[in-house]
């Protein structure tokens, strides 16, 4: 921790003056047609467009929340006044960071019982955890805690499922964040709701209250095909179907999960959800680590938008995903960190350099997932495995205004030869210093301006103690 905060101190003195405000706007130029709310300004811009252009000595602009153009720095500094300035010369700018897969609130169990296969880790240490501790007050703080680190990482969006989901959205939108989030249900009683009815009921209201929100986009989120029974499975499908609500979902995470299914129901996971109807164009699947050939194929054909998670699946020992063979195909994927409880943290820079090596070692290919592959699973193939690629991903006039600065300064980053190579190979979190989401800024040169980072440690200590003391003579531990 003080190594980090040395560092963070170190950066700023090295940076001496990295954000201008109040620059004047005379009478005359406020007439001037062009005026935004902000301009990113100078760096080298990273756009993940469709041509991937990037722009050495670039600029963004900023109006309403939206990007209104995107070029040279003297092309747009020329046609645009801003009221507010971010000064991003030396540092790479990038289309915010999108976390595909997460339960955020589990950030308060980080580290409680690792080195442990998803089984036991979970009906051992994880479900009777939650069913001691879960309250809508965990739910808050857990939030808070996750949100305070992914900001600090250059994450933007990110993607959600656990209980309690209305109060992670309040959380969210207050700390300026944009999130898919999806209420858990499951066939048997959690925190907030003790039976199906309940569970249905509570997402109806969800996703009606959040209709139309600017950052926060309610979903469901049915926990896995054998938690949750075929005719609910079957209820959620037409439940999104009448809502447009997205459906958040785990897919064939484990060896044993294959197993378990195809002994049920006959067939293997996604061949199963593809025969009952669940998968639609709405349906966000994460892990998806065990797949045949003609399961990639179905993934591909019902538009479903897949999340990858290497280190919980390395960490889980669940598997390797087919990566390669995804790609290949086509699947809409993206990058996700998993909850901090298996991860252990919601660093997007380590999951991006993770995916990058680990295809290759496991395919003996050093050619497979390059570094602008892996760059762009953690931006806009990621805002494409969440549907929202309309929206973010990339840096482009229309889209709204994500935007993150990222510190090429460090001993690190020294010397610069290529960029995307610089991002996924040698970029840390703590690189990250300053951070535009909807066109507001709630990072600005490592000082978090939307959370209380001491508050948020303090009461996160506090549960780790009521924890601790719930699991006490229980686990043996
Ligand atoms: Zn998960």
């Known amino acids: 921790m003080s190594r980090h905060r040395f560092r963070t101190f170190a950066a700023c003195v090295l940076i001496s003056q990295t954000i201008l405000f109040g620059l004047p706007v005379s009478a005359a130029a406020a007439q001037r047609p062009g005026r935004v709310d902000l301009i990113v300004s100078g760096g080298t811009v990273v756009t993940l467009d469709a041509q991937r252009r990037v722009i050495e000595d670039g ?22 006044t801003a009221r507010a300035v971010v000064d991003a010369r030396g540092a790479a700018v990038i289309p915010g960071l ?69 109060a992670v959205a309040e959380e969210t939108e207050r700390a300026g964040v944009r999130a898919l989030l999806g209420e858990t249900v499951i066939d048997f009683p959690v925190p907030d709701n003790k039976t199906w009815p309940d569970a249905m009921a509570y997402v109806e209201r969800f996703v009606k209250r959040w209709k139309g929100n600017r950052l926060i986009t309610a979903a469901v989120a049915p926990h896995a095909p054998y938690t949750v029974s075929e005719a609910h499975l079957r209820e959620v499908r037409s439940f999104s179907d009448r809502t447009g609500a997205p459906v958040v979902t785990h897919v064939a995470e484990t060896r044993k999960e294959v197993e378990d299914v195809t002994r ?185 301006l939307t959370l209380n980072e001491a508050l948020i440690k303090q009461k996160a200590r506090a549960i780790r103690e009521r924890v601790t003391r719930s699991l006490a003579g229980s686990s043996g531990r």
């Not at 001691?132 to 680190?149: D, I, Y």
């Open 59 to 80: 600029a963004v602009a900023v109006a309403d929340g939206r990007i209104v153009a995107v070029g040279a720095r003297a092309e747009v500094v020329g046609r645009f």
């Open 98 to 166: 999108v976390n595909g897969h997460t339960h955020v609130p589990m950030s308060l169990f980080r580290g409680i019982a690792d080195d442990l296969d998803l089984n036991e880790w979970l009906t051992k240490y994880i479900f009777p955890a939650e069913a001691k501790n879960v309250t809508e007050e965990f739910v808050r703080a857990g939030t808070q805690l996750g949100l305070a680190e992914m900001i600090r990482g250059g994450t933007t969006t990110y993607c959600d499922m656990y209980y309690f989901e209305d």
């Open 264 to 448: 049920d129901h006959g067939a293997r996971p996604v061949e199963y959800l593809a025969r009952i109807g669940f998968l639609s164009p709405r349906t966000v699947a994460a892990h998806t680590v065990h797949l045949t050939e003609g399961e990639i194929n179905l993934l591909k054909q019902n538009g479903v938008g897949c999340v990858h998670n290497p280190q919980s699946n390395m960490k889980l020992a669940s598997g390797v995903a087919p990566v390669p063979q995804m790609l290949r195909a086509g699947v809409l994927l993206g990058l996700g960190t998993d909850g901090a409880a298996s991860n252990n943290d919601l660093d997007m820079w380590e999951e991006m350099d993770t995916a990058a090596k680990l295809h290759k070692l496991s395919s003996n290919d050093p050619k497979v997932v390059t570094a602008e592959e892996a760059l762009a699973l953690a931006t806009i193939n990621g805002a494409r495995a969440l549907h929202m690629e309309g929206q973010i991903g990339s840096l482009e006039g229309g889209k709204r205004a994500d935007i993150v600065v990222v510190g090429l300064d460090s001993l690190h980053q020294t010397p610069r030869y290529n960029v995307y190579s610089h991002l996924v190979y040698a970029t840390k979190a703590s690189d990250v210093r300053t951070v535009v989401i909807e066109g507001r800024v709630v990072m600005r040169e490592r000082r978090l």
